[in-house]
Structure formats: structure tokens, C-alpha cells
């Protein structure tokens, strides 16, 4: 399976640790989870019924076997990251090492008065410990998230390398704006890079840059990128206050960082999106590949779950959103919303783009505009 030297190593023991927590995950969610779907669907009062989702919600945690498996599912997360975190820990000197050794391109500037918006400052988003802000003065919090961002996802989204969501947007690009050759490039909430890369890739004489509230992460990230051959010049700021003048970049991009912010900041980043580009840019949103008002019953329990047990407050207010009206707000023309097929070898012609999910992992929402 492909990998990075930045990658946290594991012992046989750390490695049996996190595949278990893998196969609990999925123990969980294929053998347990059925069956509190089903009494869902018993105790539905019917789509005529006022607050119909909270009145089941309500019903099912009534019983102690649904709240034993919703608790499980949040000890599950919680024993995620303490082992990876202890793993990642046992290597901090040789990580260090490895990011003080990388080939010295790219860059890095940190805001040293920088304050995370209060959306993230509430809570440990997916209950990582610290969230995305945690910064030690090191890159430890970058190596956790890394790897325990691949345990999470069960591998689905390109293994090691979680990239599948930056190969997707490429996809999404060559279908949709065949024409685009982007020079100046930006990902807002760019995390430690999986996304980043694979756009820096396809289009290698871009000038590439990151913006995330983690100083941490974009330490993490540069080393990463550098061992990865690719140059991209990170920055730490907030995608509603991004600390770049009008017009000063071809390709402005998210990877599922709109369910992690608020309804209010959706809003923001759109018109911040806008004034980025120069005329003719793309903006391009990556996003879980869910409509609330597609989902089913329990589907939409799901995301009441996700909010309760896995600090996922704005989960319903982005997949509720109306990004072709917002996008129009902000002054977009020539909107794309759907679906795109996921894939970890975007081809030019090869299309993928519909207004049908595949579902989870298959395929991922997109919105995108041009200014």
C-alpha cells in the first residue's frame, strides 16, 4: 500500500491495535447498526408528523441498547485516537528528523496572534484531542491526524494516503472546466496536504498554496509535501479571513472542510472564494456526499448521531445548504452541483459528474462556479 516517510511507522502491536479499532468500526456500523435502523423504521410516526426525526431520535435513545451502541461508536473514536496519538508520541524525535531532513522547498508562514473561529474553538472536531488548532511548537498534531485520518476513513479514500478527495476534485476540474490551466492555486483548510498534493500534481506549473488554523498541521504538512516532491507554500489563517489580496488566484478549492465550519461562515467563505479569483477562475467545494432532504429516515438519524457523538455540529447545516443560491449570492456564474465519481486516476474526457450520489466513498457532492 502506497505510503510517505512522514507517515507515523507502527509496531506489530500498534498496527494490531489500529486495525482492531478498524473492525470494531465496522462491526458497528454493519452487524449492530441494522438493527437500530430497523426499530427506527417501527417507531416512525410518518412523514406527516412535526419534528418527525427528533420524536424517533428521542424514542430510540429510550432504549439501553441503542445508547449502549451510539456510546460505543464515540468509544471507538475516542480509542482511534489515544492509539494513534500514543504511537505517534513513541516517534516524535525521528519525525522530527525526518521533517528537518526533507528538501527545503515550499514555505511555511505562521500567525503568531492567530485565534481559531469560535465554531472550532467549541469543540475537538471528530473528537480528535486539541482539534485542529493543537499546536505544541511541534508537527505532532499533523502525524496524528495523518494517520489517524486513514484509520478513520477504513482505508476507503486512498489508503495511506487519504487522497482520493484530491484526485476527485481534479476529476471534477477536467469535467467540468476542461479548459481551466490554473497558475495560481489555493486550498482553504488545506489539513496536512492529502487533498493539496494530487491537485499540485495535476497541475505542476501552478504556484500552490494551503491555508489551514493549525500550526501544527501545516508544520506536518510542508514536511510532507516535500518528501512528497511537491512544492506548496502554506499559510495559517481562517477560510473566512483568508491573507490574500482580490484576484490573486486561477483555482480556489475546499475538501470537506464547509460541514467542519458553520452556517454562517458557508456564507462568508463563498464571497471570500469570489474575491480571491481573478476573472475566469473556478471555485470548487468537496463535500460529504449527502442532501439532508435525500436522505431517508435514518439517514437523517445518522447525522443527529454524528452531531451528539462525534462533534459534528454543522453536519446538518451543510448537507441542508443551497450551494447553487449561495454561490449565485456571492456572484458565480456557471454553476456545477452533484455528484462526482470518486477516483484516485482523474483522466481528461473521462466525465463522472451526474445529479446522482453512488454513495458514501463511491462518490463525493461537489458544488463549483466560475467568476
Same mark, same amino acid.
Given at each position: 500500500?502506497?505510503?510517505?516517510?512522514?507517515?507515523?511507522?507502527?509496531?506489530?502491536?500498534?498496527?494490531?491495535?489500529?486495525?482492531?479499532?478498524?473492525?470494531?468500526?465496522?462491526?458497528?456500523?454493519?452487524?449492530?447498526?441494522?438493527?437500530?435502523?430497523?426499530?427506527?423504521?417501527?417507531?416512525?410516526?410518518?412523514?406527516?408528523?412535526?419534528?418527525?426525526?427528533?420524536?424517533?431520535?428521542?424514542?430510540?435513545?429510550?432504549?439501553?441498547?441503542?445508547?449502549?451502541?451510539?456510546?460505543?461508536?464515540?468509544?471507538?473514536?475516542?480509542?482511534?485516537?489515544?492509539?494513534?496519538?500514543?504511537?505517534?508520541?513513541?516517534?516524535?524525535?525521528?519525525?522530527?528528523?525526518?521533517?528537518?531532513?526533507?528538501?527545503?522547498?515550499?514555505?511555511?508562514?505562521?500567525?503568531?496572534?492567530?485565534?481559531?473561529?469560535?465554531?472550532?474553538?467549541?469543540?475537538?472536531?471528530?473528537?480528535?484531542?486539541?482539534?485542529?488548532?493543537?499546536?505544541?511548537?511541534?508537527?505532532?498534531?499533523?502525524?496524528?491526524?495523518?494517520?489517524?485520518?486513514?484509520?478513520?476513513?477504513?482505508? /476507503?479514500?486512498?489508503?495511506?494516503?487519504?487522497?482520493?478527495?484530491?484526485?476527485?476534485?481534479?476529476?471534477?476540474?477536467?469535467?467540468?472546466?476542461?479548459?481551466?490551466?490554473?497558475?495560481?492555486?489555493?486550498?482553504?483548510?488545506?489539513?496536512?496536504?492529502?487533498?493539496?498534493?494530487?491537485?499540485?500534481?495535476?497541475?505542476?506549473?501552478?504556484?500552490?498554496?494551503?491555508?489551514?488554523?493549525?500550526?501544527?498541521?501545516?508544520?506536518?504538512?510542508?514536511?510532507?509535501?516535500?518528501?512528497?516532491?511537491?512544492?506548496?507554500?502554506?499559510?495559517?489563517?481562517?477560510?473566512?479571513?483568508?491573507?490574500?489580496?482580490?484576484?490573486?488566484?486561477?483555482?480556489?478549492?475546499?475538501?470537506?472542510?464547509?460541514?467542519?465550519?458553520?452556517?454562517?461562515?458557508?456564507?462568508?467563505?463563498?464571497?471570500?472564494?469570489?474575491?480571491?479569483?481573478?476573472?475566469?477562475?473556478?471555485?470548487?467545494?468537496?463535500?460529504?456526499?449527502? /442532501?439532508?432532504?435525500?436522505?431517508?429516515?435514518?439517514?437523517?438519524?445518522?447525522?443527529?448521531?454524528?452531531?451528539?457523538?462525534?462533534?459534528?455540529?454543522?453536519?446538518?447545516?451543510?448537507?441542508?445548504?443551497?450551494?447553487?443560491?449561495?454561490?449565485?449570492?456571492?456572484?458565480?456564474?456557471?454553476?456545477?452541483v452533484g455528484y462526482q465519481a470518486a477516483t484516485s486516476t482523474p483522466l481528461r474526457g473521462a466525465?463522472?459528474?451526474?445529479?446522482?450520489?453512488?454513495?458514501?466513498?463511491?462518490?463525493?457532492?461537489?458544488?463549483?462556479?466560475?467568476?
Amino acid at each position: 500500500m502506497m505510503s510517505h516517510p512522514m507517515l507515523p511507522a507502527t509496531t506489530h502491536d500498534e498496527a494490531a491495535a489500529q486495525l482492531f479499532v478498524r473492525d470494531f468500526k465496522m462491526f458497528l456500523t454493519e452487524s449492530v447498526e441494522p438493527g437500530h435502523r430497523a426499530r427506527a423504521e417501527r417507531l416512525d410516526p410518518g412523514a406527516s408528523s412535526n419534528a418527525r426525526v427528533e420524536t424517533v431520535y428521542d424514542r430510540l435513545h429510550a432504549d439501553e441498547g441503542f445508547r449502549a451502541w451510539a456510546s460505543l461508536r464515540r468509544t471507538s473514536q475516542e480509542m482511534l485516537w489515544a492509539g494513534v496519538s500514543e504511537s505517534v508520541a513513541r516517534q516524535a524525535d525521528s519525525l522530527e528528523a525526518l521533517a528537518a531532513a526533507a528538501p527545503e522547498h515550499g514555505s511555511l508562514t505562521l500567525d503568531p496572534n492567530f485565534v481559531q473561529p469560535a465554531y472550532l474553538d467549541s469543540g475537538d472536531v471528530h473528537l480528535m484531542p486539541g482539534g485542529y488548532a493543537h499546536d505544541d511548537g511541534a508537527l505532532l498534531q499533523g502525524a496524528v491526524m495523518d494517520r489517524g485520518g486513514a484509520v478513520y476513513m477504513l482505508g /476507503r479514500n486512498g489508503g495511506l494516503m487519504n487522497d482520493v478527495r484530491g484526485h476527485t476534485i481534479v476529476a471534477h476540474i477536467f469535467a467540468q472546466y476542461p479548459d481551466l490551466d490554473p497558475r495560481e492555486i489555493l486550498e482553504l483548510g488545506c489539513g496536512v496536504g492529502t487533498s493539496l498534493i494530487p491537485v499540485a500534481s495535476a497541475f505542476p506549473d501552478a504556484q500552490v498554496h494551503g491555508i489551514d488554523v493549525g500550526a501544527a498541521m501545516l508544520r506536518y504538512a510542508l514536511a510532507r509535501a516535500r518528501h512528497l516532491g511537491a512544492t506548496v507554500h502554506l499559510h495559517q489563517g481562517d477560510a473566512e479571513n483568508p491573507p490574500f489580496p482580490d484576484a490573486s488566484f486561477d483555482l480556489v478549492f475546499s475538501s470537506v472542510l464547509l460541514h467542519e465550519t458553520s452556517p454562517a461562515a458557508i456564507a462568508n467563505i463563498m464571497a471570500q472564494c469570489y474575491r480571491l479569483l481573478k476573472p475566469g477562475g473556478v471555485v470548487v467545494h468537496l463535500e460529504v456526499p449527502n /442532501r439532508y432532504d435525500e436522505l431517508d429516515l435514518w439517514g437523517k438519524i445518522r447525522g443527529e448521531i454524528e452531531a451528539d457523538y462525534n462533534n459534528e455540529p454543522n453536519w446538518k447545516a451543510a448537507i441542508s445548504a443551497d450551494y447553487r443560491a449561495l454561490l449565485a449570492q456571492a456572484g458565480f456564474s456557471d454553476i456545477a452541483v452533484g455528484y462526482q465519481a470518486a477516483t484516485s486516476t482523474p483522466l481528461r474526457g473521462a466525465g463522472g459528474f451526474s445529479d446522482t450520489s453512488m454513495g458514501t466513498f463511491r462518490s463525493w457532492f461537489v458544488a463549483s462556479a466560475r467568476k
